[in-house]
T-cell receptor, first 112, second 112 residues
Framework: AQTVTQSQPEMSVQEAETVTLSCTYD???????LFWYKQPPSRQMILVIR??????QNATENRFSVNFQKAAKSFSLKISDSQLGDTAMYFC?????????FGAGTRLTVKP | NAGVTQTPKFQVLKTGQSMTLQCAQD?????MSWYRQDPGMGLRLIHY???????DQGEVPNGYNVSRSTTEDFPLRLLSAAPSQTSVYFC???????????FGQGTRLTVV
C-alpha cells in the first residue's frame, strides 16, 4: 500500500516570506497523481496544486509551486510571498486508480 | 452552485445506534468517496464508488456500509456506532481519476 509522509507537523513563516513544506511517498507504481490540499479552520478541503507523475515539469499555481523529484519520491510545496490567509493545515496526497492516500498534515502559521 | 453537500454537519450518537450520513453532488461526477479525518492521521479512505451501482472498500471500511443507486447520491451508513467511529467525515467527488476531488464541508460525529 502507498504511504505518504509529512515530516513537519508544524511550521511558521513571516508574512511575505517563502516557506517549503515537505512530502515523501512510497510506491512501486510509475503512473500516479500527487496533490496538495489546504484545510483552513473552516474545515473545507481546498485543492492547492496537482502534479501528474508522468510530467517532468513542476506544477505552478500563482504563489504555489512544487518540487517533484520522482526518483526520490519527494513532492514539496513552496509558498512564495506568504499571506495571512495561507494559515491552514496542508495535506499532501497520492492517488493511484481510485485510491487516494493522505499524509498526516502540516500546520502552517503565517505571522504578521 | 452547490457542489458537494453533506448532511448533517454535526451529530452525536449513542453506542450501538445507527445512522446515515448523506452526500449529494450536482456536478455529474462519476467518482465519489468517503473519508474520515482523525487528529494526526490525515484523511483515510473508507469506501468509494466509480459509478452508480458500483462500490468498493478503501483503507478503513469496517463498520461502514455504502450504496450508490444514483450518480448524485452516496450515503454512508453506520450500522452500530462505536466510540472508535468518533471522527470528522468527508465526502468527495471527482469527474475522473487523478483530477481534482471536490469535498463537502464535513460531518463531525461523536459517539458516546
Amino acid at each position: 500500500a502507498q504511504t505518504v509522509t509529512q515530516s513537519q507537523p508544524e511550521m511558521s513563516v513571516q508574512e511575505a516570506e517563502t516557506v517549503t513544506l515537505s512530502c515523501t511517498y512510497d510506491t512501486s507504481e510509475s503512473n500516479y497523481y500527487l496533490f496538495w490540499y489546504k484545510q483552513p479552520p473552516s474545515r473545507q478541503m481546498i485543492l492547492v496544486i496537482r502534479q501528474e507523475a508522468y510530467k517532468q515539469q513542476n506544477a505552478t499555481e500563482n504563489r504555489f509551486s512544487v518540487n517533484f523529484q520522482k526518483a526520490a519520491k519527494s513532492f514539496s510545496l513552496k509558498i512564495s510571498d506568504s499571506q495571512l490567509g495561507d494559515t491552514a493545515m496542508y495535506f499532501c496526497a497520492f492517488m493511484k486508480q481510485n485510491d487516494m492516500r493522505f499524509g498526516a498534515g502540516t500546520r502552517l502559521t503565517v505571522k504578521p | 452552485n452547490a457542489g458537494v453537500t453533506q448532511t448533517p454537519k454535526f451529530q452525536v450518537l449513542k453506542t450501538g445506534q445507527s445512522m446515515t450520513l448523506q452526500c449529494a453532488q450536482d456536478m455529474n461526477h462519476e467518482y465519489m468517496s468517503w473519508y474520515r479525518q482523525d487528529p494526526g492521521m490525515g484523511l483515510r479512505l473508507i469506501h468509494y464508488s466509480v459509478g452508480a451501482g458500483i462500490t468498493d472498500q478503501g483503507e478503513v471500511p469496517n463498520g461502514y456500509n455504502v450504496s450508490r443507486s444514483t450518480t448524485e447520491d452516496f450515503p454512508l451508513r453506520l450500522l452500530s456506532a462505536a466510540p472508535s467511529q468518533t471522527s470528522v467525515y468527508f465526502c468527495a467527488s471527482s469527474s475522473n481519476r487523478g483530477y481534482e476531488a471536490f469535498f463537502g464541508q464535513g460531518t463531525r460525529l461523536t459517539v458516546v
